[in-house]
C-alpha cells in the first residue's frame, strides 16, 4: 500500500477473482436477505431509481449557479408535488364515481340476470357442467358403506321433557344471536391508521432515502465506483453514467408514452360516454408502467363500469374496442419505435426479471422489475465480475459476428452461416464480410487447430464448410450500390444535421478507389485465368481465404486461380499452371507463427516465376506493430496486405496501370504510324 493510499485510510483492491461457487453462495444470500428485507430494501430501490431520474434535473440548477441543498430540496418537493397532486386527482374522481355507482346497480344486476338466463334452462352447456359438478362433488363427499365395514347402531334418547313443560315443544332449538357492540370513535380511528399506516411508512421512507441520496449524491458515487473497483476507474464512471443515462431516457420515453396513452383512454372514453374519464386517463397512464398486465389491469373497471352504465352491450363493446386497438399500437409500433433499445434487455430478460421481482417482493418488485434489472445489465456490461448478468440479460449478442460464423462452421450448417451473412450485407458490402467475419473466424478456427483441440478431418470439414459459404455468396455486390448519405452530402457539398465522420470519408473514398477500374477497361493480360495466383501458404484455411480474394478478384473481371498446400508442397505445379501469371498473392492466417515457412515459400515462387509481382496476404496483420513490421521485412514479397479489401485495390491499381501502359503504347505506335505515313506522302510528292 502507498504511503497516500493509507494516509488517506484507502483500502487496495487485491486478492483472486472469485469463483463460481462462491458466486452462487453470495448471490443466494443476497436474494435470502432481499427477500425478508422487502420493508427496507424496496423503498432503497425505489429511491435509488428515482435518484437516478432526477439527478440530471439538479445538475441543471446547479450550472445555473442554485447550490446543491436548495436544487435538491427544490427538485424532490417539485417531485412529490407533482404525485401527491396525480394522487389527490385520482381521490376526487373515486369520490365522485363511489356516489354515482348505485344509479347503475339496477342495470348491472339486469346484465346479470340476463347473462345467467342466456347461460341456463336444460340445453344450456354451462348449466348442465355445473350440475354434472355438483353430483360428483356429492359422491365423493358421502360416506361409503364398505361391506367389510362393521355396522354401528346409534340410538337417540330424548331428553325427559322438563317439568310443567310441553313435551311437544321440548325439542325444538332455542334460538341464539350474538350482538357485536358497534365500533367507537377509538376503534374507528385505529382501523383507519392500520390501513394508512404501511403506505406512509413506506412513502415516507422513500422521501428520505431520495433525499440523503441525492444531498449525498459524490459521496455514493465515489463509494459505489470503489465497490465496483478503484483500479479501472474509466470502466466504472462509465458504468455509473451508463446506468443513469439508461433509466433516465427509459423513464423520460416511458412517460412520455404512457402520458400519450392516456390522453387517448380518456378521449375515448368520453366520447364513448363512459363516466369519470379523467380517472380512467390516469389509470391507464399510472398501471402501464406495469410490465405485461398493467394495460389490462387498467381495462377492466372501465369494462365493468360500461356494462352497468349501457343498458344495451355497445358501450361495452366499444370500450373493449378502445383497449383492444390502443394497447397493441402502443405497444407493438410506439414503443419500439421511441424506446429503441434503450433498457438494453433481451425480451426473454424482460420475462424473466418481472417474474423474479414479483416473486421476491410482490407488485412493487413488478413495477421495479425493468429498471433495476437496467442498473444490473449495466454492471454485468462494465464490471468484469459481472459479465455474466448483460451475456443473461443484456441484448447485445452473446457471440460475435467472427464467433457465430466459425460456430456455423463447426456445426456444418453453411445454409444459417449464409442466412447470417445475407443479414450482415444488407448493413455493409460484401468485402467487409468477408475481412471483419470470414477472415477473423478463420483464424479463430486456425487457432483452435494450433492448439491441437481440431482434428484435421474436423478442420477439413470446417475448410469445405466456409468454401460452400463463399460460394454460394458469389453473387452478391462487393461493393453497395450506393454511396453511404453522410459521404454523398460531403461531395455534394449539402449542409446537413450530421456531417460525414472521418470514418465514414475514409470508407467512400475506399470504396471510389476499387470502384473506379470498373469504369476503365482492364489489360487483356489480366483477364486470362491465371493472372493472379492465390496461393495458400500451409493450411487449408489458407487456402479458403485465398478462395475469398479469388472470388472477389472474378467479380471484377480479374482472371484468378487458387493454388492448395498439397500442389506446392509436392511441387505440382505445371507450364501451364504458370502462363499468364501477372501476380501472385500468398495467403497467411497466422504468418505470426509461420514466417519461415512464408519466407522460403515467397522465394520458390520468385525462382519459378521472376516477372510476376508476389503480393503478401497476411491477413490482420498488424504493420504498425514493430514486431510484425520485422516479420514483414524478412519475407521478400514487394507489398503486404493485411486485408481483402486493400489486395484487391492492389490488383485493381496493377491492373488499370497496366492498362494504362498499354494504351499510351498504342497511341505512340498510332502518332508513328501517323508520321512515318507523312512523310512518306511528302517524298512521295
Known amino acids: 500500500m502507498s ?21 452462487a453462495i453470495v448471490g443466494f444470500i443476497i436474494v435470502v436477505t432481499l427477500y425478508f428485507g422487502q420493508v427496507v430494501f424496496a423503498p432503497l430501490a425505489l429511491a435509488v431509481i428515482l435518484s437516478f431520474v432526477l439527478a440530471p434535473a439538479i445538475r441543471l440548477l ?9 436544487s435538491v430540496i427544490l427538485v424532490v418537493f417539485v417531485a412529490f408535488a407533482i404525485i401527491f397532486g396525480v394522487g389527490a386527482l385520482i381521490t376526487q374522481q373515486v369520490s365522485t364515481l363511489a356516489k354515482e355507482l348505485p344509479r347503475y346497480q339496477i342495470t348491472l344486476k339486469e346484465k346479470i340476470v340476463a347473462l345467467r338466463e342466456a347461460t341456463a334452462g336444460s340445453g344450456g352447456a354451462f348449466q348442465q357442467a355445473s350440475d354434472t359438478l355438483k353430483d360428483l362433488q356429492k359422491q365423493l363427499e358421502a360416506p361409503s358403506a364398505g361391506a367389510g365395514s362393521p355396522s354401528v347402531s346409534v340410538t337417540v334418547t330424548p331428553l325427559p321433557a322438563p317439568l310443567g313443560g310441553n313435551a311437544a315443544n321440548s325439542g325444538k332449538p332455542v334460538p341464539v344471536e350474538l350482538h357485536t357492540p358497534p365500533p367507537t370513535p377509538l376503534d374507528q380511528l385505529q382501523t383507519i391508521i392500520g390501513i394508512v399506516l404501511e403506505p406512509l411508512a413506506t412513502f415516507g421512507a422513500v422521501l428520505l432515502f431520495v433525499l440523503f441520496l441525492l444531498l449525498q449524491r459524490e459521496d455514493v458515487r465515489d463509494r459505489a465506483i470503489r465497490l465496483m473497483g478503484s483500479h479501472d476507474l474509466e470502466k466504472s464512471t462509465t458504468a455509473m453514467d451508463d446506468a443513469g443515462s439508461r433509466l433516465s431516457k427509459y423513464f423520460l420515453g416511458m412517460t412520455a408514452i404512457n402520458a400519450g396513452f392516456g390522453v387517448i383512454i380518456g378521449v375515448g372514453l368520453w366520447v364513448i360516454g363512459v363516466p369519470s374519464p379523467v380517472l380512467w386517463g390516469v389509470l391507464a397512464m399510472l398501471m402501464r408502467f406495469v410490465p405485461f398486465i398493467g394495460g389490462f389491469i387498467a381495462a377492466a373497471c372501465p369494462l365493468m363500469l360500461a356494462a352497468a352504465v349501457d343498458p344495451g352491450w355497445s358501450m361495452f363493446l366499444w370500450t373493449l374496442a378502445l383497449y383492444a386497438i390502443s394497447e397493441p399500437i402502443m405497444g407493438s409500433v410506439i414503443e419500439p419505435l421511441v424506446q429503441s433499445h434503450r433498457t438494453g434487455m433481451s425480451p426473454l430478460a424482460i420475462i424473466l426479471a418481472a417474474a423474479f421481482w414479483t416473486l421476491l417482493w410482490g407488485p412493487i418488485g413488478l413495477l421495479l422489475a425493468i429498471p433495476l434489472t437496467v442498473v444490473l445489465v449495466v454492471l454485468g456490461r462494465h464490471v468484469e465480475r ?38 450482415y450485407i444488407k448493413e455493409c458490402p460484401l468485402i467487409d464480410y468477408y475481412d471483419e467475419v470470414v477472415i477473423e473466424g478463420l483464424r479463430l478456427a486456425q487457432a483452435d487447430s494450433d492448439r491441437g483441440t481440431l482434428e484435421p478431418s474436423r478442420l477439413a470439414d470446417i475448410r469445405n464448410t466456409a468454401d460452400i459459404v463463399i ?8 461493393l453497395p450500390n450506393r454511396k453511404a448519405p453522410a459521404a454523398k452530402a460531403a461531395e455534394e457539398g449539402i449542409e446537413g444535421d450530421d456531417p460525414p465522420t472521418a470514418g465514414e470519408l475514409e470508407e467512400a473514398e475506399d470504396n471510389r478507389e476499387i470502384d473506379e477500374p470498373t469504369q476503365i477497361p482492364l489489360s487483356e493480360d489480366w483477364k486470362v485465368p491465371n493472372a493472379v495466383l492465390c496461393v495458400a501458404s500451409r493450411t487449408a ?5 485465398a478462395l475469398a480474394l479469388a472470388r472477389l478478384l472474378e467479380k471484377f473481371g480479374i482472371g484468378a486461380t487458387v493454388i492448395d498446400p498439397q500442389t506446392l508442397k509436392h511441387g505440382n505445379l505445371t507450364g501451364g499452371d504458370l502462363d499468364g501469371v501477372r501476380l501472385i498473392c500468398v495467403s497467411a492466417l497466422d504468418v505470426r507463427e509461420r514466417s519461415a515457412h512464408a519466407r522460403f515459400l515467397v522465394r520458390r515462387l520468385k525462382r519459378s516465376l521472376p516477372d510476376a509481382l508476389v503480393l503478401g496476404g497476411f491477413w490482420k496483420l498488424d504493420v504498425e506493430s514493430s514486431a510484425d513490421a520485422a516479420i514483414i521485412k524478412s519475407i521478400p514479397v514487394d507489398a503486404t496486405a493485411a486485408t481483402l479489401r ?19 503504347t498504342q497511341v505512340e505506335a498510332m502518332r508513328v504510324e501517323t508520321v512515318d505515313a507523312g512523310v512518306e506522302t511528302r517524298v512521295a510528292s
Open 3 to 23: 504511503p497516500a493510499a493509507a494516509a488517506d485510510g484507502i483500502i487496495p483492491a487485491t486478492g483472486a477473482p472469485p469463483t463460481a461457487a462462491e458466486m
Open 62 to 70: 446547479k450550472r445555473a449557479g442554485m447550490p446543491n441543498a436548495p
Open 386 to 423: 459481472l459479465e455474466f448478468l448483460n451475456v443473461v440479460l443484456g441484448d447485445t449478442p452473446p457471440l460475435s459476428p467472427p464467433e457465430r460464423f466459425y460456430q456455423r462452421m463447426l456445426a456444418g450448417d453453411p445454409a444459417e452461416a449464409v442466412e447470417q451473412a445475407e443479414k
Open 471 to 478: 460460394d454460394s455468396l458469389a453473387d452478391q455486390d462487393v
Open 541 to 545: 484455411l489458407d487456402e479458403t481465404a
Open 646 to 664: 486493400e489486395a484487391l485495390r492492389f490488383c485493381l491499381d496493377n491492373a488499370r496501370s497496366d492498362s494504362n501502359e498499354t494504351a499510351a
